[in-house]
């Protein structure tokens, strides 16, 4: 077995002050995002997305940010989903950008709430076909006897659906994460890393600086 607790590495590329930052830390994270695409990072827009079930256990899956609104942060997904059902019953969820090749990481903690049905209908228009008729295909997190079953679903899709555009099902649709609490993590040396928090109050976002 590899021994984890020799792996490891220090954090030098850079440090991160409060003279960095801007009062609107969604105005700091396109910043850190535009640097993320610059670096050639694989899927810089992907995110962890946790929750918590109905009888309290928490999950976590990867899902793609698809916008950033003055608000908050937007992504779409089959409303039927695990993570559907979850933030359906406690809108409260947690995202995390783990951007590893520029010793980053930022943390969001808010609530989630329904995007409007055009903003949905106009996304779901811009997906390719193929992704279109999936979202239709698949019952996102119930189980299915194998990988066949899930073609055949498709296939069925695609004959229902023949040339016609593809609608957005009824279950599917996206999010707005409106932020509460929002913390830039940069590597240091020495495990000396820098993490400066943003917490908002009514309309007020407040910073200060967590011990490593």
């Known amino acids: 077995m590899t021994d984890l607790r020799a792996l490891r590495r220090e954090y030098a590329a850079r440090g991160l002050d409060e003279a960095d930052l801007d009062p609107d830390p969604l105005v700091v994270f396109d910043r850190w995002f535009a640097e993320a695409v610059a670096a050639g990072l694989d899927e810089p827009n992907a995110m962890v997305v946790a929750t918590v079930d109905p009888g309290g256990a928490?999950?976590?899956?990867?899902?793609?940010?698809?916008?950033?609104?003055?608000?908050?942060?937007?992504?779409?997904?089959?409303?039927s989903s695990r993570k559907g059902r979850a933030l359906a019953v406690d809108p409260r969820c947690a995202l995390l950008f783990p951007w590893h090749p520029l010793e980053r990481q930022v943390r969001v903690e808010g609530n989630a709430e329904l995007l409007p049905?055009?903003?949905?209908?106009?996304?779901?228009?811009?997906?390719?076909?193929?992704?279109?008729?999936?979202?239709?295909?698949?019952?996102?997190?119930?189980?299915?006897?194998?990988?066949?079953?899930?073609?055949?679903?498709?296939?069925?899709?695609?004959?229902?659906?023949?040339?016609?555009?593809?609608?957005?099902?009824?279950?599917?649709?996206?999010?707005?994460?409106?932020?509460?609490?929002?913390?830039?993590?940069?590597?240091?040396?020495?495990?000396?890393?820098?993490?400066?928090?943003?917490?908002?109050?009514?309309?007020?976002?407040?910073?200060?600086?967590?011990?490593?």
């Open 117 to 212: 049905r055009a903003e949905v209908e106009a996304y779901f228009a811009q997906r390719p076909r193929g992704s279109q008729l999936g979202a239709h295909a698949s019952a996102q997190s119930e189980p299915i006897a194998d990988r066949s079953a899930l073609e055949a679903a498709y296939a069925g899709v695609e004959r229902v659906f023949g040339d016609r555009d593809v609608p957005p099902p009824e279950h599917w649709g996206g999010y707005l994460v409106r932020p509460q609490v929002v913390e830039f993590w940069q590597g240091r040396p020495s495990r000396l890393h820098d993490r400066l928090e943003y917490t908002r109050t009514d309309d007020h976002w407040s910073v200060r600086r967590l011990q490593p």
């Open 58 to 79: 928490p999950s976590m899956r990867t899902v793609l940010l698809k916008g950033v609104e003055d608000d908050g942060f937007v992504f779409f997904t089959n409303h």
